[in-house]
């Protein structure tokens, strides 16, 4: 059974930052593309970022680009992601997802966690 974990969402103010996690387990996931997406109230899910299976290629969706930072640790089977100069309208609930190709598109990836809910304050 592959489980994906997220942590590290939360409440936090205009310009802060969070660091989210997302832990997967079940499978070995060294050499999969994992990624990011976000969806908030009344929207349909976005995509965010992703990583190559190695971490030397990463994506980001314009809106993030500079402010947002993808990373893994292979060791751990985890993805991070860390959100600097947050902003109200990053509010939404964060999803981490799992997939063999490396690309923005949701449908390519086969595994999603259960989401971790990020609230941007004004």
């Known amino acids: 059974q592959v489980q994906l974990v997220e942590s590290g969402g939360g409440l936090v103010q205009a310009g802060g930052s969070l660091r989210l996690s997302c832990a997967a387990s079940?499978?070995?996931?060294?050499?999969?593309?994992m990624a990011w997406f976000r969806q908030a109230p009344g929207k349909e899910r976005e995509f965010v970022a992703a990583i190559n299976w190695s971490g030397s290629s990463t994506l980001y969706a314009d809106s993030v680009k500079g402010r947002f930072t993808i990373s893994r640790d292979n060791a751990k089977n985890t993805v991070y992601l860390q959100m600097n100069i947050l902003k109200p309208e990053d509010t939404a609930v964060y999803y981490c997802?799992?997939?063999?190709?490396?690309?923005?598109?949701?449908?390519?990836?086969?595994?999603w966690g259960q989401g971790t809910q990020v609230t941007v304050s004004s």
């Open positions: 997802a799992v997939g063999m190709r490396f690309t923005l598109t949701a449908d390519s990836y086969g595994y």
């Open positions: 079940g499978r070995t996931f060294s050499t999969s593309a």
